[in-house]
């Protein structure tokens, strides 16, 4: 296999034609024409079938190992695969400490439909998978960073039938590949490291499960949650620097958490890349890279506002994974987190004149 560098590039291009593109232009249509005789082949209709939309899948499966669907945003990939998967009566577990939108949606509308769900933290232990028809692992998980073992969790829910699902978002498929330590599906939101610019909403499902991948298809096809092409094509065009900006930002976010390390008005860090890390032994084993995202406490809401107004390069805003380096105050989300608990996410800026703005805005908060 080539390097992620030449991977990314390269990813769900066409081959070489004179006179073409390298990544051909968005394909705005609704109907397309159709052969009067035969009917409609492989586009006939926008909804079910955009070839921008397609290379992106195309892109993104070569770097998951699966066939790969995308959603108009990472909840509706990861509402697909639980309203195909799951019927009355089913359980799905799901993490404790993870996107909070997901347990919304299973505490309103999958409890309204007879499913029940099981809570387990992500660093564990895990319940009993007896019963269970699905779990939904989300490593490292958002916003608190635990990470847990995909290899043993998916070989103890595969031995009671359940189905392993791995939200990669955080990771993106550069930082692990979890359909090769055992999941049977990936669902994620590229709306954040993946594409990067801040300037997209995507979602996407990834499979070498063809059961699993019809049932996500025809759901889409009826269900209609599909991101537009401009959006497809901008969002292909900027995994070609993946590995570029990943780097960066994996770096920025060492020296980020080695900075607040050594603070004494920083409480709770955590940084799966740093060796204290509760994280730190699984991560190295099963991840490939550690994403660019830290988080700490500064003891109130009040001294994070301070902090941000003091900051000339950290903007207050939530998502993360993009080239600008973000902050967020996740109780203000309803996150089960410290009134003063920060999720930093470190951009591509340069790592001294990001250092130096850090401490003199934490000096002055
Ligand atoms: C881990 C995780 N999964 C899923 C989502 C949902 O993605 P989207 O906002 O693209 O719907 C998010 C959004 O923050 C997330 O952090």
């Known amino acids: 296999m080539t390097g992620d560098g030449t991977r ?3 990813a769900g291009l066409p081959a070489p034609v004179p006179g073409r593109p390298f990544l051909p232009g ?59 998967v799951l019927r009355p ?13 997901v347990r919304a949606f299973a505490e309103g509308t999958l409890r309204e439909l007879g499913v029940d769900t099981v809570l387990a933290p992500t660093a564990g232990p895990y319940p ?19 990470v847990c073992d ?44 993946l594409t990067g610019h801040s300037d997209l909403l995507l979602g996407y499902l990834a499979t070498r499960d063809d059961e699993l991948l019809a049932r996500a298809t025809t759901w889409r096809a009826q269900t209609g949650g599909i991101p537009g092409a401009f959006d497809c094509w901008l969002a292909h065009r900027s995994l070609a620097t993946l590995d570029l900006r990943l780097a ?19 409480t709770g860090l955590r940084w799966p890349g740093l060796a204290t890390d509760a994280s730190y032994a699984i991560a190295r084993e099963q991840m490939r890279r550690v994403p660019g995202i830290v988080s ?22 939530t998502s993360f994974g993009g080239l600008h380096t973000t902050a967020d105050r996740r109780a203000q989300w309803g996150d089960d987190t410290a009134p003063g608990f920060v999720r930093l996410s470190c951009g591509i ?17």
Do not use: C, W
């Open 296 to 317: 700490f406490d500064l003891g109130s809401a009040e001294r994070v506002a301070r902090f941000l107004a003091a900051s000339a390069l950290v903007f207050a805003a």
């Open 128 to 146: 009993s998978f007896e019963g269970v028809r699905l779990v939904l692992l989300e490593t490292p998980a958002n916003p608190g960073l635990d």
């Open 150 to 193: 995909l290899r043993a969790v998916s070989v103890a829910a595969h031995a009671a039938g359940t189905l392993v699902a791995v939200d990669n978002t955080t990771a993106t498929p550069l930082g692990q590949r979890p359909l090769e330590l055992g999941a049977d599906v990936v669902v994620a939101s590229g709306t954040k490291a």
């Open 8 to 10: 990314v590039v390269h």
């Open 89 to 101: 009566g089913d359980t799905v577990m799901l993490p404790a400490d993870g996107y909070f939108t």
């Open 26 to 84: 968005p394909v705005f249509a609704a109907p397309y024409h159709l052969d009067p005789v035969e009917g409609p082949g492989e586009d006939g209709y926008g909804r079910p079938d955009n070839p921008t939309r397609r290379s992106l899948e195309a892109a993104i499966g070569e770097l998951e190992g699966g066939a790969v669907r995308a959603f108009a945003s990472g909840q509706a990939a990861i509402t697909a695969l639980l309203l195909s």
């Open 248 to 266: 960066r930002q994996s770096a920025n976010a060492a020296a980020v958490a080695g900075l607040l390390a050594g603070r004494a008005d920083v």
């Open 349 to 365: 800026e340069d790592a001294a004149d990001l250092l130096a703005d850090l401490t003199a805005a934490l000096d002055e908060a």
